[in-house]
């Protein structure tokens, strides 16, 4: 068979992993490129074997002349179909001729015009993506013209083409090669697309670069990579069209072997001499298997997001974990047994962290009464979401609870099996999320999503379901609710899908609601509109609110508590009001200071706080203070472990050492100066991306 | 929708003609006049320049490819230069071969492609590894030396399967569906392989997707998750590869129909080609690109009807 003349396969692993690796640094770029690819090669010991393999090929039948024991037409007529023996290692075939010798002769034949095929598709293919990738009009030519190469029978034009042309097989290879671009291009063109949209090729287009210059200097050097990995595959592609089209007779000219060729006569004898397929098929197949093991190990996205529902394997990984933590002796103390009561939450000590052991969240605890809201509050990077999903059993693909309680009503979660916690999600603790419009599911109506939900966690009938749909998203503000029912998510706005997906929440009537980030995505107004929504549903329902949240604004707003978090830890807690007007924690004093909305307007500084460097990454974390590397009031007493004391402000608990001394002095997180590397333009290392309210740098007093 | 169905039949009606005339071209540019093709070798020159003259070989290009399509749309797609047979008649006999074939190694592959795809992604771990491991040694097999095993394991040495020929559906159904099998079979291990990848890697990306989460959250079952939310959120690239599988196919026949001497398109074009029997070739090109271009025409509609977003616009 010919296989289709169609993108191959494996690419849907590698198209977005490439741009993300090509993108930062245009100089470094090739380099950077190459050494990332390589690396990956040598990583996977299938590619190795098949570069050894192709390598080895390639000497040998360049060599053949020198070595082999036979002439390809030498025919011995005293071994006749033979077997492997000491004098025909791989046997002979119907003339008696030594097939070691046939397969080896017919070797660089064989790679070599397959070459063809990639030189002139992937060649063919890269140039019409980035020529289309450049102008739009251009793509919708090029485009359609692919189209209609793709959705011809190859095999049927190919033999076309052979008789009109004989047995050329270079020609021919190159003829498919133009038949197989066509896939290529579609391939390669998202990416190059993605390429051009680059802003530092609009910086390139500003300065005056041609399109081809673009083309060549920035575009073509991030296609490196996907440019390698579909001459692989198409290197196969075309091996095994051409043992193929030998194979049903149109193969070079006789006596001159070729694998196909081969294959054919073996197929004569199948009933007489079976071992005649064997060496022939498994030279051509590990030949193949190399090229594909090469293009799988260049083409090996390296870091696809985790699935968030986990495999069955990871499933049973998680399981094994959970067990451990609910086998390990809970520490009883007395504030746990307290409370069955209605809807309590007691989070003790909880620990998050990957699968290889590098901590995300440590000992994190916080309590959220009935009908209350607390805010986990922090830069990101902090392990606010990781700690909100933990309360759902939600954690992604290779994260997961390596400590600590969960404590709902008195009953750990941290230790409940996956299908507890199916049980308890939705009906006990609901989730809304920070892109509402990713949060539904694209492919139904918000109507089968919300009925769907409210009979399974309500055991309703459909008809109830639907009215009571319904009712749901008139709770939510939704005025023409029957019409929204039939929609798609595609087709309403964000604040719409935002509230649909809280109706979504609210269908099996929760007493937890975690909240993670839900207003963040949307505009200014309806973020206003959404928050009121949830502070009247609190009010009405009774359900209490985890909130994550970076945007002091909300949590003065909406919480009644506040946990500060600073690299997984809480680093200070307590009521909202005590924390926003007498923060204890060096970086809640931070974090205040540098928000524009938290000072008023007549004492607003000249110039707002800013937080020097950015959160560490989990690997780093100290063993002190976290936080005191970026501390403006960092000493020496920092660098031991820190508990969580009293602040000394009603129940709340601080992590400093210098919270009481700070207090007492009355200090105050300064505005320092900008560093001057940050008024050059961007060349400065320091310039890393919108960092959320405390990168905030000058406020315009005018 | 409407508007969008007519473009692409036009489209469609545009490829089928493109092919036509390269069709045509091709086989023009074939070695050998009709005459000489059809007389044979001991025929005298005035016997094969009469002939070409008859057959209208020397009038201009144009005319005879406007003579050609003429006929071609009243069902005639002309005489056959070796046998005199009607290419036509000849074709529609042929065409229910390759479209068994066809479709059956399609639905194959799909059943088993969509499988071994799913499975993978979503028990992953072990199993995940082996699938991939499987996976990549069927791609790289290829399909006439897996059928030439299955007829030495299947047909010689245990003769459950005929090693070749084939039965009409109207002489004995069963028989028909025996003799198959194997062709069938053989052409399926590949696309099954490709059909494969392709799952495993939309079900990935499907899981990857954040309403998975929500589904989670509002307490979905896992099967409901996996079979209803993900794989119909995977299914649009899916039905993709399925169709890119059936074009390979139909043309790509020709290499299981010469190994197991079914007398389909694919041994048409083989024959025709190695005799320089121009209508012959210029008539199977533009069937199999017919054939094609429709089916592909009702996946893309089917594909569409898939996805709400095209579905409304």
Redesign the interface.
């Known amino acids: 068979m010919i296989p289709s003349v169609a993108p191959a396969p494996a690419d849907a692993d590698q198209t977005a992993s490439t741009t993300s690796a090509a993108a930062p640094r245009r100089r470094a770029g090739k380099a950077a490129l190459t050494k990332v690819s390589r690396y990956r090669l040598f990583a996977s010991p299938g590619a190795v074997a098949g570069l050894l393999w192709l390598a080895a090929l390639v000497v040998a039948s360049l060599t053949a002349p020198l070595w082999l024991p036979f002439k390809t037409e030498d025919q011995d007529f005293t071994a006749v179909l033979s077997g492997p023996t000491a004098a025909h290692w791989l046997g002979t075939d119907e003339l008696g001729r030594d097939i070691l010798s046939r397969i080896f002769a017919a070797a660089a034949g064989t790679l070599g015009t397959s070459l063809i095929t990639v030189i002139v598709g992937v060649g063919l293919g890269t140039l019409l993506a980035m020529a289309a990738a450049g102008a739009e009009r251009t793509e919708a030519v090029i485009s359609r013209i692919t189209e209609v190469m793709m959705s011809l029978p190859g095999t049927v034009i190919i033999l076309a083409v052979i008789g009109a042309v004989g047995t050329n097989i270079p020609l021919i290879m190159a003829i498919l090669g133009i038949l197989m671009s066509a896939g290529i291009y579609r391939v390669v063109l998202g990416q190059a697309k993605s390429l051009q949209s680059q802003l530092y090729v609009d910086a390139a287009k500003v300065d005056g670069l041609s399109p081809v210059g673009i083309s060549v200097r920035h575009v073509l050097p991030g296609l490196a990579n996907t440019i390698v990995v579909q001459a692989a595959l198409i290197f196969a592609v075309g091996m095994l069209i051409q043992a193929g089209l030998a194979f049903i007779g149109f193969g070079p000219p006789l006596p001159q072997p070729s694998w196909g060729g081969m294959i054919q006569g073996a197929s004569q004898h199948v009933y007489d001499a079976p071992w005649m397929m064997v060496p022939t098929g498994a030279v051509l197949a590990l030949t193949v298997l190399s090229a594909n093991a090469i293009g799988n190990a260049l083409g090996k996205a390296p870091n696809a997001a985790a699935p968030h529902l986990p495999s069955a394997a990871a499933r049973r990984h998680r399981a094994q974990a959970v067990a451990a933590i609910a086998a390990a002796p809970a520490p009883k103390d007395a504030d746990a047994q307290e409370a069955p009561g209605n809807g309590t939450l007691s989070v003790r000590n909880l620990s998050v962290g990957v699968d290889n052991g590098v901590g995300l969240v440590t000992g994190v605890s916080f309590d959220v009464a009935p009908g209350t809201v607390l805010g986990l509050v922090g830069e990101s990077g902090c392990g606010k979401t990781m700690t909100a999903l933990s309360l759902l059993g939600l954690l992604p693909s290779g994260v997961s609870v390596s400590g600590g309680q969960i404590l709902w009503n008195g009953r750990n979660l941290a230790a409940a099996t996956g299908k507890d916690m199916e049980g308890i999600r939705g009906r006990d603790i609901a989730l809304i999320s920070q892109e509402p419009m990713r949060a539904l599911d694209p492919m139904f109506t918000v109507g089968y999503q919300l009925t769907a939900a409210i009979r399974r966690l309500r055991g309703m009938g459909k008809a109830e379901a639907r009215s009571e749909a319904r009712n749901l998203l008139e709770k939510v503000g939704i005025v023409d609710a029957q019409r929204i029912l039939k929609t798609y998510p595609h087709q309403i706005s964000g604040g719409m899908a935002q509230r649909v997906a809280i109706a979504l929440a609210l269908s099996g009537q929760p007493r937890l609601l975690v909240a993670d980030e839900p207003t963040t995505a949307l505009d200014v107004t309806v973020q206003a509109e959404i928050l009121s929504l949830l502070r009247a549903l609190v009010k009405d329902t009774g359900m209490s609110v985890v909130m994550v949240t970076h945007d002091l604004g909300v949590v003065a707003d909406i919480c009644d508590q506040v946990a500060v978090m600073y690299a997984g830890q809480v680093v200070e807690n307590g009521k909202t009001a005590a924390i926003l007007d007498n923060p204890r924690h060096p970086y809640t004093l931070a974090l205040l200071a540098a928000d524009p909305h938290a000072n008023d307007a007549d004492n607003m500084p000249e110039r707002l706080a800013t937080i020097q460097g950015q959160v560490p990454q989990p690997k780093d974390w100290p063993t002190g203070c976290r936080f005191a590397a970026r501390c403006q009031f960092a000493g020496s007493a920092c660098k031991d472990p820190v508990p969580l004391l009293a602040s000394g402000t009603g129940e709340g608990l601080v992590r400093c050492v210098k919270a009481d001394q700070l207090a007492v002095e009355g200090m105050d997180w300064l505005a320092t100066d900008v560093p001057v590397a940050r008024l050059l333009p961007i060349s400065s290392q320091h310039t890393t991306a919108a960092h959320q309210h405390t990168t905030v740098i000058e406020k315009d007093l005018a | 929708m409407a508007l969008f169905v007519a473009k692409r039949l036009l489209?469609a009606l545009?490829?089928v003609l493109?092919?036509a005339v390269?069709?045509f071209l091709?086989?023009h540019?074939?070695?050998g006049s009709p005459g000489a093709v059809s007389l044979g070798a001991g025929a005298s020159q005035d016997a094969i320049d009469q002939l070409n003259q008859q057959l209208g070989w020397n009038d201009p290009l144009f005319s005879q490819f406007f003579r050609w399509l003429g006929d071609a749309v009243q069902g005639n797609l002309g005489v056959s230069l070796i046998d005199g047979r009607s290419v036509s008649a000849d074709l529609a006999d042929r065409l229910p071969v390759t479209a068994s074939l066809a479709a059956g190694a399609t639905v194959l592959s799909a059943i088993i492609g969509i499988a071994l795809g799913v499975t993978a992604?979503?028990?992953?771990?072990?199993?995940?590894q082996i699938i991939g491991g499987f996976v990549?040694?069927l791609?790289?097999?290829?399909?006439?030396?897996v059928g030439?095993?299955l007829?030495?394991l299947l047909a010689?040495q245990s003769s459950v399967f005929p090693a070749t020929g084939y039965v009409p559906f109207e002489v004995s159904p069963q028989d028909w569906a025996l003799s198959l099998a194997l062709p069938v079979i053989?052409?399926a291990v590949?696309g099954a392989a490709?059909i494969a990848?392709?799952t495993r890697?939309?079900m990935?990306?499907a899981?990857?997707?954040?309403?998975?989460?929500?589904?989670?959250?509002?307490?979905?079952?896992?099967w409901k998750?996996?079979y209803i939310?993900?794989l119909?959120?995977a299914s649009l690239?899916i039905v993709a590869?399925i169709a890119?599988?059936f074009?390979?196919?139909?043309?790509?026949?020709?290499?299981?129909e010469?190994?197991f001497a079914m007398p389909g398109?694919?041994q048409a074009?083989?024959t025709?080609?190695?005799t320089?029997d121009a209508p012959a070739?210029q008539g199977?090109?533009v069937i199999?690109?017919v054939v094609?271009?429709a089916v592909?025409l009702v996946l893309e509609l089917a594909t569409k009807f898939l996805?709400?977003?095209l579905r409304?616009s």
């Open positions: 489209m545009a490829t493109v092919v390269l069709a091709l086989v540019a074939m070695p992604a979503v028990r992953g771990g072990l199993l995940d990549g040694l791609v790289a097999l290829p399909a006439f030396w030439i095993i007829v030495y010689v053989t052409l590949g490709f990848r392709q890697a939309s990935l990306e899981l990857q997707q954040e309403h998975i989460r929500t589904l989670r959250a509002t307490a979905t079952p896992t998750i996996l939310h993900a119909r959120y690239p590869g890119l599988q074009i390979g196919l139909f043309g790509g026949s020709v290499i299981a010469q190994l398109l694919g074009v083989q025709s080609v190695s320089h070739v199977v090109v199999a690109t094609v271009v592909n996805d709400p977003k409304a």
